[in-house]
C-alpha cells in the first residue's frame, strides 16, 4: 500500500482545517455544546475542539479529507493520534481543575463536501477511550 501524499501544491490545508473545524464547531453549537475551547495546544499536543454537553466534557478530533481512500478521515485519528490527544487532554484536566469534575469523552466529527454549499458532518460519539 502506498503512502498518501504529504503535501499537494496549491491546496492550503490550514484552511481546509480551519474550515472544517468552523463547521463543526457551529455543528456542535447547534446541537446544544457549550464550546470551551478551540484549537488548545500544549506541548504534547492539541485538541481541536472542547465542550461541554450537562456533566460531559467533550474532547472533539474534526477529521476532513477529499477522498475516503486510505481509510477516510475517521481511519486516520490512529493510534499515536490518540495518544497526543489524551495528553493534552491530561494537561488541559491539569490546568482547568474545575473541568475534571465532569465526565470526559473522545468523539470525532468528520466533514465531508467542505466544498459545496451544505457540508456533510458525521458525529462519532466516544469514538475512542483514553
Known amino acids: 500500500m502506498t503512502a ?10 490550514r484552511a481546509i482545517g480551519a474550515a472544517a473545524e468552523d463547521v463543526a464547531a457551529a455543528y456542535l453549537q447547534a446541537h446544544g455544546v ?15 475542539l472542547v465542550g461541554r454537553t450537562g456533566d460531559v466534557l467533550l474532547i472533539v478530533e474534526v477529521r476532513t ?3 475516503n481512500a486510505y481509510g477516510g478521515a475517521a481511519a486516520s485519528v490512529n493510534g499515536a493520534k490518540r495518544r497526543r ?3 493534552a487532554a491530561e494537561q488541559l484536566l491539569q490546568r482547568h481543575a474545575r473541568l475534571s469534575e465532569l465526565r470526559a469523552r473522545f468523539d470525532v466529527i468528520v466533514v465531508s463536501d467542505l466544498a459545496s454549499a451544505s457540508p456533510q458532518v458525521q458525529w462519532l460519539r466516544g469514538a475512542f477511550e483514553a
Not at 499537494?8 to 490545508?13: E, F, H, K, M, Q
Not at 457549550?34 to 481541536?48: A, I
Open 4 to 13: 498518501p501524499p504529504r503535501a499537494v501544491p496549491g491546496i492550503d490545508r
Open 34 to 48: 457549550q464550546l470551551l475551547f478551540r484549537n488548545y495546544r500544549r506541548r504534547l499536543g492539541e485538541l481541536d
Open 65 to 67: 479529507r477529499s477522498s
Open 85 to 87: 490527544i489524551v495528553r
